[in-house]
């Protein structure tokens, strides 16, 4: 049965120089109309856990949440995906520093409109932990069963001297997967007034599609 994940690995292949034909099949199969272009996976739990707070199914509503593997690559996504590819309406999230990738590949037609993405300050993380406060973070860290190794982290001579913020970001990094696993735990940990403003931005442009009246 197809499914939106077989729709993301069809259009990952597609980027990768592989056929266009199956993601045009999926798109038409599955109804897609929107993606949300994503630096990477940590992104993706992020924005799935939230939709899953909100009660949100985005590939019901056919808006496919993608990671692209890197922001240098919005480019070549939004040529596949957007106006002369499938034509499929185009937004995403992206940290401060990939603001002019983001900006050149989802320019719109109309140079007075606005290209429809959302930036973090720093990173999303960034965002998460300030909208938690690092306290509230250390706490979740902790009952995740990683005390010993965050207290190990801060004791190294790199982090003395910077802000508890700082040193829980890089925390956050230093592991493969520890990102990822932490974008759904701090999201799951937010209460409906921290949400981080761009992340709200975002679920507040992804409309569901209107359905007729019954």
């Known amino acids: 049965m197809a499914d939106m994940e077989s729709f993301r690995e069809a259009v990952a292949a597609w980027a990768a120089g592989g056929p266009d034909g199956p993601a045009r099949d999926l798109a038409a199969r599955l109804e897609v109309r929107t993606a949300v272009l994503l630096e990477g996976l940590s992104d993706a739990a992020a924005v799935d856990a939230l939709a899953t707070r909100l009660g949100r199914d985005l590939a019901a509503e056919g808006i496919c949440v993608l990671p692209m593997g890197g922001a240098m690559s919005v480019g070549r996504f939004a040529r596949l995906l957007g ?18 990738y983001y900006a050149r590949a989802l320019a719109p037609p109309d140079a007075a409109a606005r290209p429809e993405f959302f930036v973090c300050a720093a990173d999303l993380e960034d965002e998460l932990i300030r909208a938690l406060g690092p306290e509230r973070v250390g706490e979740l860290v902790r009952a995740e069963g990683e005390e010993r190794r965050l207290r190990t982290f801060l004791h190294q001579p790199a982090q003395q001297g910077r802000s508890a913020q700082q040193q829980l970001r890089r925390f956050l990094g ?41």
Do not use: M, N, W
């Open 83 to 100: 106006p002369h590819g499938l034509g499929l309406r185009l937004t995403g999230l992206c940290d401060e520093a990939e603001r002019p």
């Open 174 to 214: 230093t592991k493969k997967g520890r990102k990822i696993h932490y974008g759904r735990v701090l999201v799951e940990a937010l209460d409906d007034a921290s949400v981080p403003v761009p992340l709200k931005a975002l679920f507040a442009s992804l409309r569901p599609p209107l359905r007729p009246p019954q």
